[in-house]
């Protein structure tokens, strides 16, 4: 019996995944993508049953997706898989979508500071493999600790969280009946700056109905009226997303996101998370966003990169 087998679509009965997985690649979220057409891949191991790694595509007009529409999909695997196991899983993967008349495969990989040895793997198959580069976007996160996220901010921004809390400004997570009027706090925010949300109200406030324990809400606010807001998703157990952050320019001059970023990360500190993600600051088009970088490393968040690639299938 061969140790390991590819499998495609189907799984043995009883094996169990010998690896965590993330919530945009669970199936369930990937069902809501809006693609029905979907292609499931597996490394199984034969004699400790279990699966060691997998990758899903989304199947649309000869492109294979990971993800469709999310954040990102990519390739999840036991940390002790062999690199030349990753190789051969990819070969045997083209060789399918081929047979499926997939012309063009489209993968974006997870930021590299939740799995940096993962995802050098990740990035060395692609290339070894053939793919391009398509996207290289600037992420930032704060690892948690037993400290509080003061001592790892610029002092600049040290004063403006004491401006917050000396004018009683509070932060809260919220219930999911906010969802509809956050959405609306958030979607004012990207009108300021020339910009659509990221996501529909309707899918959105879906996905709050779904998965009401890892799509989370908080602001801080003034007494009743918000100052700032997050959508968060619970990505991982140990790795909380700050997604939709937004604050209106009327109250720059508090600069409340402060007071919201503290209190995300003593939420993660509580909860015992590993880490706070930030998010990336590279817009569709590859730009930078240079006031955006400065204030998270300002906020004491760490540089990694999250990497979309493409090869087409010929």
């Given amino acids: 019996m061969k140790t390991f087998d590819f499998l495609t679509d189907q799984l043995p009965f009883g094996y169990a995944f010998n690896f965590d997985n993330y919530l945009f690649n669970k199936i369930k979220h990937i069902n809501t993508q809006g693609v029905s057409e979907r292609a499931d891949y597996f490394i199984v191991n034969n004699i400790k049953k279990r699966i060691e790694g997998k990758i899903h595509f989304l199947l649309s007009d000869g492109m294979a997706y990971s993800p469709y529409k999310s954040l990102f999909g990519s390739f999840e695997f036991s940390p002790k898989i062999h690199p030349n196991l990753l190789m051969e899983f990819w070969g045997f993967i083209e060789e399918d979508l081929k047979s499926r008349n ?33 996207m290289k976007a600037v992420n930032h996160h704060v690892a948690i600790d037993e400290n509080p996220l003061t ?4 002092d600049m921004e040290v004063r403006r969280l004491a401006k917050c809390k000396k004018n009683n400004f509070v932060f809260r997570q919220e219930p999911k009946e906010m969802a ?38 908080f602001t801080v606010r003034d007494a009743e009226q918000i100052l700032a807001v997050t959508i968060a ?3 991982h157990r140990h790795i909380l997303y700050s997604f939709l952050p937004g604050s209106l320019r009327k109250f720059k001059q ?5 007071l919201l970023n503290e209190g995300l990360y003593q939420y993660c500190q509580d909860r015992q998370f590993d880490m706070l993600d930030l998010g990336i600051s590279t817009k569709k088009d590859g730009t930078n966003q240079k006031s955006l970088i400065a204030f998270k490393e300002r906020m004491g968040g760490e540089l990694s990169y999250k990497y979309s690639f493409e090869k087409a299938l010929v």
């Fill in 102 to 134: 997939i012309n063009k495969v489209s993968i974006t990989n997870f930021a590299g500071c939740y799995a940096p040895k993962k995802a050098e793997l990740i990035e060395k198959t692609m290339e070894k493999s053939g793919f391009s580069i398509i």
């Fill in 151 to 154: 001592d790892r901010m610029h």
């Fill in 180 to 217: 509809s009027e956050i959405y609306d706090y958030i979607q004012a925010c990207r009108a300021e700056q020339k910009i659509e949300v990221s996501i529909s109200k309707e899918k959105l406030l879906a996905y709050i109905d779904l998965f009401p324990q890892s799509y989370l809400m």
């Fill in 233 to 235: 998703i619970k990505v």
């Fill in 254 to 258: 508090y600069s409340p996101t402060v």
